[in-house]
T-cell receptor, first 110, second 112 residues
Framework: KQEVTQIPAALSVPEGENLVLNCSFTDSAIYNLQWFRQDPGKGLTSLLLIQSSQREQTSGRLNASLDKSSGRSTLYIAASQPGDSATYLCAVLNDYKLSFGAGTTVTVRA | EAQVTQNPRYLITVTGKKLTVTCSQNMNHEYMSWYRQDPGLGLRQIYYSMNVEVTDKGDVPEGYKVSRKEKRNFPLILESPSPNQTSLYFC???????????FGAGTRLSVL
């Protein structure tokens, strides 16, 4: 059974600092990995999708890396802004379903 | 606009009263699925559908039913809701089971 762990559970940083969010998973036989953002009481917004054959993916200030063999992914958010405050979820896809981590709740202080 | 639409967004009901949460997508996706999100347990898959008339159980299917009669719609049915089904529910879709997932805005259900 796939287990996904996200560390840290919460993070508070001053505006402008770079963010590093970690995700680890136990079964490396994944098809892809997705990072999502969730605002309180809201739905999930897809941020980045990394296919299992890729090492990283970038979108604007966001960069995600994937090391499938060691079961790790890292999401980097450059020059954080208060609008980046949210919960970030990592999810890996195998066996026709996404397995989610518990998330990292980020607070960016102005 | 490409989207996954769930209705209702909020629902309060009583034990045993049948309800349906609708899900519709306008992206011609073949794969659709339902998840529930609970504090401390995260998101867990309830059911999924690979295509019209093809559905299968996820990790927590007990107490739920689904149907896929049309490609765009994938309703979640609670025939006799119980308080332990109080949760935040999400519908998701993708072109195929190995592609990027798109999620609806969620349905917050309370069963009294």
């Amino acid at each position: 059974k796939q287990e996904v762990t996200q560390i840290p559970a919460a993070l508070s940083v001053p505006e402008g600092e770079n963010l590093v969010l970690n995700c680890s998973f136990t079964d490396s036989a994944i098809y892809n990995l997705q990072w999502f953002r969730q605002d309180p009481g809201k739905g999930l917004t897809s941020l980045l999708l990394i296919q299992s054959s890729q090492r990283e993916q970038t979108s604007g200030r966001l960069n995600a890396s994937l090391d499938k063999s060691s079961g790790r992914s890292t999401l980097y958010i450059a020059a954080s802004q208060p609008g980046d405050s949210a919960t970030y979820l990592c999810a890996v896809l195998n066996d026709y379903k996404l397995s989610f981590g518990a998330g990292t709740t980020v607070t960016v202080r102005a | 606009e490409a989207q996954v639409t769930q209705n209702p967004r909020y629902l309060i009901t009583v034990t045993g009263k049948k309800l349906t949460v609708t899900c519709s997508q306008n992206m011609n996706h073949e794969y659709m699925s339902w998840y529930r999100q609970d504090p401390g347990l995260g998101l867990r898959q309830i059911y999924y559908s690979m295509n019209v008339e093809v559905t299968d159980k996820g990790d927590v299917p007990e107490g739920y039913k689904v149907s896929r009669k049309e490609k765009r719609n994938f309703p979640l049915i609670l025939e006799s809701p119980s308080p332990n089904q109080t949760s935040l529910y999400f519908c998701a879709s993708s072109f195929g089971p190995r592609d990027e997932f798109y999620f609806g805005a969620g349905t917050r259900l309370s069963v009294l």
